[in-house]
């Protein structure tokens, strides 16, 4: 089945310094899903990728689906302290989705 | 309108013990999907619920069984508890015309 690494697990940021988080996988993935967990609460659902090299912006968050398709990235652009959590890339199967290990964002303000 | 509720939000249970989580879906869903996720890890695929039968099971033992009710809710019941079942119990639901999954807060059991 899909798997997918994420990179780093955790990352400390000063608030206003940018965030990068990376999802990679040994096969080529149909799709990917990025999702937003706070402290405390549950996945929020952020965005789909599906096309080879597809990027897709939401305000100050930039995601990218690379050309092979065996990686995603998540890049926060000048963070501030209403983005800390842990963010996860996952793989949607027909049933199921297959989640990566998250990346802990903290920030320091 | 409503979205994923989940009860109860806190548990503990004692080894050996069997225990009861319930699960309604966002309002227009009729599929519904429970995760397992231990502290500092992703959420793991337990089962998923589809038209009250299960479609798809993850790696999860057969003490882990579920339940889905004519009105789409969902019931994941988990027999002879293990310390190692300490987790937040996600439920998940989405139909399938949608891409995305809409979890509920989540149920953290604890089991001592």
């Known amino acids: 089945g899909q798997q997918v690494m994420q990179i780093p697990q955790y990352q400390h940021v000063q608030e206003g310094e940018d965030f990068t988080t990376y999802c990679n996988s040994s096969?080529?993935?149909?799709?990917i899903q990025w999702y937003k967990q706070r402290p405390g609460g549950h996945p929020v659902f952020l965005i789909q990728?599906?096309?080879?090299?597809e990027v897709k912006k939401q305000k100050r968050l930039t995601f990218q689906f690379g050309e092979a398709k065996k990686n995603s990235s998540l890049h926060i652009t000048a963070t501030q302290t209403t983005d800390v959590g842990t963010y996860f890339c996952?793989?949607?199967?027909?049933?199921?989705?297959?989640f990566g290990q998250g990346t802990r964002l903290t920030i320091n303000p | 309108d409503a979205g994923v509720t989940q009860s109860p939000t806190h548990l503990i249970k004692t080894r050996g013990q069997q225990v009861t989580l319930r699960c309604s879906p966002k309002?227009?869903?009729?599929?519904v999907s429970w995760y397992q996720q231990a502290l500092g890890q992703g959420p793991q695929f337990i089962f998923q619920?589809?038209?009250?039968?299960?479609?798809q099971r993850g790696n999860f033992p057969d003490r882990f069984s579920g339940h889905q009710f004519p009105n789409y809710s969902s019931e994941l019941n988990v027999n002879a508890l293990l310390l190692g079942d300490s987790a937040l119990y996600l439920c998940?639901?989405?139909?399938?015309?949608?891409?995305?999954?809409?979890f509920g807060q989540g149920t953290r059991l604890t089991v001592v």
């Open positions: 990728l599906v096309k080879s090299g």
């Open positions: 096969t080529t993935l149909s799709n």
């Open positions: 996952a793989v949607r199967g027909a049933q199921k989705l297959v």
């Open positions: 619920y589809y038209e009250e039968e299960e479609r």
């Open positions: 998940a639901s989405f139909s399938y015309v949608n891409t995305e999954a809409f």
């Open positions: 309002s227009g869903h009729d599929t």
